[in-house]
């Protein structure tokens, strides 16, 4: 199994609301990563969580909210979003490299939230 | 700073042409380089990943080529088809003490028409 699933595929929240996007994978990776897309653009690095805690934060407003609960789980929730943070929220999950050069590092994504704030 | 840069910005081809996507990067420690496909509205979808000691790799119809020494990378598509259409993301990765951390290039847009 090489996936990583992520849900819901679509949401749309209101600029109050206090919502969640999850994402899961099995493969046994101890790391995870959140990433913003625009259209158009390059995926932008969020967070990257390494054995479970926090290891990168690229200065993502505090409305982002990661969180890991286990191994296999990433969330992160959301609250009091702006209609500019209207993106695609990519998660993606690799084995930590142990060394440069390392293969090991190889990162799987999954298919995306579509996330819409009105 | 590290930076990627991808060209041409977008490409449109025909069916069964042959097709080379160029990468020129500046980042250190450099530890590795991807291609990823990725279609709109999905994730990207991993094609190679090579490390310094590697100057090529193939994935079927895809083949990725790597000069460290003066940091270009290109991806060649033969035989496309329509299925080709997409953007082509070159990813490189720096040693971060710990973890690699991944630079995105803008991609190439490419299309494949009849």
């Known amino acids: 199994d090489t996936e990583v699933t992520q849900t819901p595929k679509h949401l749309v929240m209101g600029m109050t609301n206090k919502k969640s996007l999850k994402c899961e994978q099995h493969?046994?990776?101890?790391?995870m990563y959140w990433y913003k897309q625009k259209a158009k653009k390059p995926p932008e690095l969020m967070f990257v969580?390494?054995?479970?805690?926090?290891?990168i934060n690229e200065s993502v407003p505090s409305r982002f909210s990661p969180e890991c609960p286990n191994s296999s789980l990433l969330n992160l929730h959301l609250h009091a979003l702006q209609p500019e943070d209207s993106a695609l929220y990519l998660c993606a999950s690799s084995q930590p490299s142990l060394r440069q050069g390392a293969l090991s590092g190889e990162a799987f994504f999954g298919q995306g939230t579509r996330l819409t704030v009105v | 700073k590290n930076q990627v840069e991808q060209s041409p910005q977008s490409l449109i081809i025909l069916e069964g042409k042959n097709c080379t996507l160029q990468c020129n990067y500046t980042v250190s420690p450099f530890s590795n380089l991807r291609w990823y496909k990725q279609d709109t509205g999905r994730g990207p979808v991993s094609l190679t990943i090579m490390t310094f000691s590697e100057n090529t790799k193939s994935n079927g119809r895809y083949t990725a080529t790597l000069d460290a020494d003066t940091k270009q990378s290109s991806l060649h598509i033969t035989a496309s088809q329509l299925s080709d259409s997409a953007s082509y993301i070159c990813v490189v990765s720096a040693w971060a003490g710990g973890g690699n951390k991944l630079t995105f290039g803008t991609g190439t847009q490419l299309k494949v028409e009849l």
């Open positions: 969580y390494s054995y479970e805690k926090l290891s």
């Open positions: 493969m046994g990776h101890r790391a």
